[in-house]
Antibody, heavy 121, light 110 residues
Framework: EVQLVESGGGLVQPGRSLRLSCAAS????????MHWVRQAPGKGLEWVSG????????GYADSVKGRFTISRDNAKNSVYLQMNSLRVEDTALYYC??????????????WGQGTLVTVSS | QSALTQPASVSGSPGQSITISCTGT?????????VSWYQQHPGKAPKLLIY???NRPSGVSDRFSGSKSDNTASLTISGLQADDEADYYC??????????FGTGTELTVL
């Protein structure tokens, strides 16, 4: 059974940093691209970033480019999202999602339950 | 990376069929075979329904089907059931090496 468990969310002041983690299990992690998707309270889904299985292909939404960095550690079956210069508008539930096998951009097939990030002074 | 355009809401009666549209541009929907659809019930994580325009993951009912024509993708749900009441999102790969979601559609089963 695929499991994706996000952690690292919390309350942070504008301008500060936060690092999210996603621990994966139940599948061959190194064969799959991974994504971060967020959802502000009462709003729709917004793709944040994606990383291919060997980190050779990485993408970011314009809204986070230059502030967020995605990375992965295949030895630890984990993907991370380093979030710097946080803004109030970054407040959201952040989901970790598993891409399709060897096809990062195809779709997000499995999702975690999310970790809540609140940016407020 | 502007969000793809979906109707805010659609409705149908049990047993009927409905179609949700997802309109983008030639830089996303029109230029990509990586179009996917997700279902999200309140308080739950999204669930993948359709990938690569028209493919269903194992375990997803064949009542859900996807298609695409030019810059518009569509999700059709046949034989509507009460449990289909949820929010639905389309998603497309873009020429900027990114993904973009649709604005979301709330489905009401009357």
């Amino acid at each position: 059974e695929v499991q994706l468990v996000e952690s690292g969310g919390g309350l942070v002041q504008p301008g500060r940093s936060l690092r999210l983690s996603c621990a994966a299990s139940g599948f061959n992690f190194e064969d799959y691209g991974m994504h971060w998707v967020r959802q502000a309270p009462g709003k729709g889904l917004e793709w944040v970033s994606g990383i291919s299985w060997k980190s050779g292909n990485i993408g970011y939404a314009d809204s986070v480019k230059g502030r967020f960095t995605i990375s992965r550690d295949n030895a630890k079956n984990s993907v991370y999202l380093q979030m710097n210069s946080l803004r109030v508008e970054d407040t959201a539930l952040y989901y970790c999602a598993k891409g399709q096998r060897f096809a990062l951009w195809s779709a997000a097939g499995d999702w975690g339950q999310g970790t809540l990030v609140t940016v407020s002074s | 990376q502007s969000a793809l355009t979906q109707p805010a809401s659609v409705s149908g009666s049990p047993g009927q069929s409905i179609t949700i549209s997802c309109t983008g541009t030639s830089s996303d929907v029109g230029g990509s075979n990586y179009v996917s659809w997700y279902q999200q019930h309140p308080g739950k994580a999204p669930k993948l329904l359709i990938y690569d325009v028209s493919n269903r993951p194992s375990g997803v009912s064949d009542r859900f089907s996807g298609s695409k024509s030019d810059n518009t993708a569509s999700l059709t749900i046949s034989g509507l059931q009460a449990d289909d009441e949820a929010d639905y999102y389309c998603c497309s790969y873009t020429s900027s090496s990114a993904l973009v979601f649709g604005t979301g559609t709330e489905l009401t089963v009357l």
